[in-house]
């Protein structure tokens, strides 16, 4: 089989991208696969390191200030539309596949040109505005959250997959409470902002995790690199409370953990869901479109989260949160068997089924 891959911009488009590939490549040996992204983007330095072959596109979103550059884009897309044409006309993939990122708008529009098979694969809650019209002109529709079918009123088919983040989430290896100097046979609480971390979040939580001394819980806080000399500065914090700047396998951490606070990005709710973990979500209020309150709104709707807009937390509502799923047994195995019961087969096995199906 051959395919052709798409997405760029951001780890949230790209890493689903490479967890769709690493299954088509498991499932067959002798795939050939071809990844097009942008000229100056993270997955032209990303995806060569997975030893894939790297065809790059110039072209830039649009934008509401830069009428120049904007009227240079509308160029750029048509050569770059010409430029996936005779990509594909040579290379004759079977199937195109694009998850998200405007670089996937001129390559999967040849691939309709040329009368290819066509999937988008749509990480949020509120789809972008790449896959809405693109919805409309691809053969097949992968979601993240149920609720997104409704945004693809004009699509030929729409498959509930989840994300696949998911399955690296569930392949990563696990980080023990001993190895981080907890003790086994106490709850822990992780609580992270995204990579960089959140000096809003961090703020928030500094008075809570100097005042939970005597809670029955255990907490683990990543600040983020950048914040954490400042966070901890003059400041002591109480035996069951540990800080750390980074933690680079957090999904490993997440197996270990009983309650996870977060963001709501695409990705971290994927390893949320994967893995099966009870979470309070703070969704980012400066993300374009609101789009992580309506990721969080969906677990909350599914009752597997709690979510805690960012301009409500305090000391009081923090720890009452904590308290109204950890010291609740009733409810914590609620949240549990709800994450259960959601997709038990993994999101790439998923897509990899449906577009075989599609491409028979």
Request: glycine share 6%; net charge positive; charged share 25%.
């Amino acid at each position: 089989m051959k395919i052709i891959v798409t997405a760029g911009g951001t780890g949230g488009h790209i890493y689903p991208a490479l967890s769709i590939i690493k299954k088509f490549q498991e499932k067959d040996a002798k795939l050939e696969c071809l990844y097009i992204g942008t000229h100056n983007r993270m997955e032209k330095d990303i995806v060569p390191e997975y030893g894939l072959k790297y065809e790059e596109l110039e072209i830039y979103g649009f934008s509401k200030t830069k009428l120049i550059r904007d009227v240079k884009n509308l160029f750029l897309i048509k050569k770059a539309t010409k430029k996936c044409l005779e990509i594909m006309k040579e290379f004759k993939p079977d199937v195109v596949i694009g998850t998200g990122g405007y670089v996937t708008y001129p390559v999967l529009a040849a691939a309709k040109k040329l009368g290819i098979k066509t999937f988008i694969h749509e990480q949020n809650s509120i789809p972008g505005k790449a896959n809405i019209w693109l919805s409309k002109k691809v053969d097949l529709v992968g979601v993240s959250f149920p609720n997104t079918k409704t945004y693809f009123e004009g699509a030929k088919k729409i498959v509930y997959t989840g994300n696949p983040c998911g399955d690296r989430a569930i392949d990563a290896p696990r980080i023990t409470k001993q190895s981080l100097g907890f003790k086994e046979n106490k709850k822990l609480i992780v609580i992270v902002a995204g990579s960089l971390g959140s000096k809003t979040i961090n703020e928030k939580f500094k008075a809570f995790l100097t005042v939970v001394g005597s809670e029955d819980y255990q907490v683990l806080f990543i600040t983020g690199k950048n914040n954490y000399d400042e966070f901890v500065q003059d400041t002591v914090f109480p035996q069951n409370v540990k800080v750390m700047p980074y933690i680079d396998n957090l999904a490993g951490l997440f197996k270990e953990c009983d309650l996870i606070i977060s963001r709501a990005g695409a990705s971290t709710i994927s390893e949320i869901l994967a893995l099966r973990k009870p979470s309070i979500l703070i969704p980012s209020p400066y993300v374009s479109g609101n789009h992580q309150y309506y990721n969080a709104l969906d677990l909350v709707n599914l009752k597997v989260a709690e979510l805690i807009e960012e301009k409500s937390l305090n000391v009081e509502v923090i720890e009452v949160a904590i308290n109204e799923i950890l010291n609740n047994e009733f409810k914590y195995r609620e949240m549990v068997n709800n994450l259960n019961k959601l997709n038990k087969e993994s999101s790439t096995d998923i897509i990899y089924k449906e577009i075989r199906n599609l491409i028979k």
